[in-house]
């Protein structure tokens, strides 16, 4: 005789309940929990174009993009990168821009978006940056990359970056220096010194883009042609700064023969020592030549004007002895006087 199945107490259901939550409780589950998933396999992605080279000057602001490709099987989800390039150690961490060198860090001018971006296979995206320079970048050949992460979480990202490929960036920051420097002023004080030390006013006028440090001398040349002293120019290292003009002063601080000299300045400036110059001449007389150069001045002018008075005068006498006035010399003078202050015409003489 068959027998039949008992149906199971209700209890007994109520009991595998119990056990596979006290499974779930068991330090055991948790250990699985806790280990690693399988590592994701590294994803595949092309990038164009993958090196691009850019010329600049200060101040420029370039734009560029760079396309991403998923040439993946899966979707991924990306999160842009940048990083300078050091060729003598390699990649180099970008810079938080408030700790940034400002002037020579690639990584920092480039702007790029950093967000999450969503890439089904076979779908692509174009990225797109701008490169600001700013007024205090150095000129010089830079370098960076820009990489693209894997991870929905951008630290996830980041741990994927050694696998992914890169799009470099080369750029030149070119120097648009214009150093000009020009001689607004140079003269000798005065043209006629009455001491030896004789002295010079100098003014030196900016019109580059560069703060200027002139260096030189002003060579005093003797009218045999050979030096007889030097001043040296601007010898606190004074800077014109770009528009300005600024003032030289030079004394000699010594003596100098008497005569006539000749002034040479001479200043270089600038990286390449470019150079400007002017030519000047003055004249150092003592005070006691001077004095007694003013006199004879006097003497001869006097004497001139007694010459003067002379042959004035002896043109009247010969003027009457021609109409037959007989006259001396001295009767013709005071008849002339005396015609001049009264206003008459010199043909009433009689």
Request: aromatic share 12%; hydrophobic share 40%; net charge positive.
């Given at each position: 005789m068959k027998m039949e199945k008992m149906p199971k107490h209700p209890a007994t259901h109520m009991k595998k309940i119990f056990a596979a939550f006290f499974l779930l409780l068991s330090p055991s589950f948790f250990l699985l929990l806790l280990l690693p998933s399988p590592a994701r396999a590294a994803a595949s992605l092309a990038l164009t174009p993958a090196e691009t080279d850019l010329?600049?000057?200060?101040?420029?602001?370039?734009?560029?993009?760079?396309?991403?490709?998923?040439?993946?099987?899966?979707?991924?989800?990306?999160?842009?990168?940048?990083?300078?390039?050091?060729?003598?150690?390699?990649?180099?961490?970008?810079?938080?821009?408030?700790?940034?060198?400002?002037?020579?860090?690639?990584a920092n001018w480039i702007a790029i978006d950093r967000g999450l971006i969503m890439l089904n296979p076979g779908q692509s995206q174009t990225v797109d940056y701008e490169i600001d320079l700013g007024p205090v970048a150095k000129t010089g050949i830079y370098h960076a990359v820009i990489i693209f992460g894997d991870g929905l979480v951008r630290d996830d990202a980041e741990k994927t970056l050694p696998s992914m490929p890169q799009a470099a960036i080369n750029l030149q920051v070119m120097d648009d220096?214009?150093?000009?420097?020009?001689?607004?002023?140079?003269?000798?004080?005065?043209?006629?010194?009455?001491?030896?030390?004789?002295?010079?006013?100098?003014?030196?006028?900016?019109?580059?883009?560069?703060?200027?440090?002139?260096?030189?001398?002003?060579?005093?040349?003797?009218?045999?042609?050979?030096?007889?002293?030097?001043?040296?120019?601007?010898?606190?290292?004074?800077?014109?700064?770009?528009?300005?003009?600024?003032?030289?002063?030079?004394?000699?601080?010594?003596?100098?023969?008497?005569?006539?000299?000749?002034?040479?300045?001479?200043?270089?400036?600038?990286?390449?020592?470019?150079r400007i110059g002017d030519t000047?001449?003055?004249?150092?007389?003592?005070?006691?030549?001077?004095?007694?150069?003013?006199?004879?001045?006097?003497?001869?002018?006097?004497?001139?004007?007694?010459?003067?008075?002379?042959?004035?005068?002896?043109?009247?006498?010969?003027?009457?002895?021609?109409?037959?006035?007989?006259?001396?010399?001295r009767e013709v003078s005071r008849r002339v006087l005396d015609l001049r202050k009264s206003g008459d015409n010199i043909s009433n003489f009689q």
């Open positions: 010329q600049a000057l200060p101040r420029d602001i370039l734009h560029g993009s760079v396309t991403v490709k998923n040439t993946d099987t899966r979707p991924l989800a990306l999160h842009a990168f940048v990083y300078n390039i050091d060729p003598t150690v390699g990649k180099v961490a970008f810079t938080d821009p408030s700790e940034a060198n400002w002037t020579d860090s690639l220096a214009h150093e000009i420097l020009e001689i607004a002023k140079f003269t000798p004080d005065r043209p006629v010194f009455l001491h030896g030390n004789p002295s010079f006013s100098v003014m030196i006028r900016n019109s580059g883009n560069r703060p200027e440090t002139p260096t030189g001398e002003i060579r005093i040349i003797d009218s045999r042609g050979a030096e007889a002293a030097s001043i040296p120019i601007n010898g606190q290292n004074q800077t014109v700064s770009p528009g300005a003009t600024a003032a030289f002063p030079a004394s000699l601080g010594k003596s100098l023969p008497p005569g006539s000299f000749k002034a040479v300045l001479d200043l270089a400036y600038g990286p390449s020592q470019a000047v001449f003055f004249w150092y007389l003592p005070w006691y030549i001077a004095a007694l150069l003013f006199g004879l001045l006097l003497i001869i002018g006097g004497l001139f004007a007694l010459y003067v008075h002379a042959r004035y005068m002896r043109w009247h006498y010969e003027r009457l002895r021609h109409l037959g006035i007989g006259m001396n010399k």
